[in-house]
């Protein structure tokens, strides 16, 4: 039997998300930089049939991770994508100030709350328990994961790479 991982103190949980929280806020003009460079392009471009769309995946991006921070800040993870959030991106633009709006204000929610909630474990979906402190940091590798899709996607709509950590070659 593998032992029990210990827990997370307050002032770990606190640490930690102020942290996570900061790399957010830090990764968020990039995010809406990447989403704002897909005007103009064919938004309906996907480079698989698998694959989504640059719109669906501009409004996974805004959709989930507002859902991801609010989540946490509820302590628990239900339902998915907001529906009437999603149909309502219909341009680029759309997308990048409801990003701006709508995580900014669940990032506001996740840090306002207390040491004692932030060390909380949280079920996600049935396949892990994890501290909300710790959930901050898998919302941040999702938004980079579909940001990086993204762009990689502008360049074959007709559209130019903005700097993401340094100039682009399109710079």
């Not at 990447?34 to 471009?45: F, M």
């Not at 929610?109 to 940091?137: C, H, Q, T, W, Y």
Request: negative net charge.
């Amino acid at each position: 039997m593998s032992p029990q991982p210990a827990k997370m103190s307050l002032q770990q949980a606190r640490g930690l998300a102020d942290y996570l929280l900061g790399d957010i806020r830090q990764e968020m003009p990039t995010t809406i930089r990447v989403i704002e460079a897909a005007s103009g392009g064919k938004l309906d471009y996907a480079p698989d049939p698998k694959s989504m769309t640059a719109l669906a995946l501009i409004r996974h991006l805004v959709t989930v991770d507002a859902w991801f921070l609010n989540s946490i800040a509820d302590g628990a993870f239900v339902g998915g994508d907001n529906d009437a959030v999603k149909n309502a991106i219909l341009t680029p633009a759309d997308g990048a100030a409801e990003y701006r709006e709508l995580v900014t204000a669940a990032a506001a929610r996740v840090n306002a709350l207390s040491d004692a909630k932030l060390a909380e474990e949280i079920d996600f979906f049935g396949m892990m328990k994890l501290p909300a402190a710790v959930l901050i940091g898998l919302m941040s590798k999702h938004s980079i994961h579909h940001r990086g899709q993204l762009s990689a996607y502008l360049r074959p709509m007709g559209c130019k790479v903005p700097g993401i950590y340094g100039p682009s070659g399109d710079m």
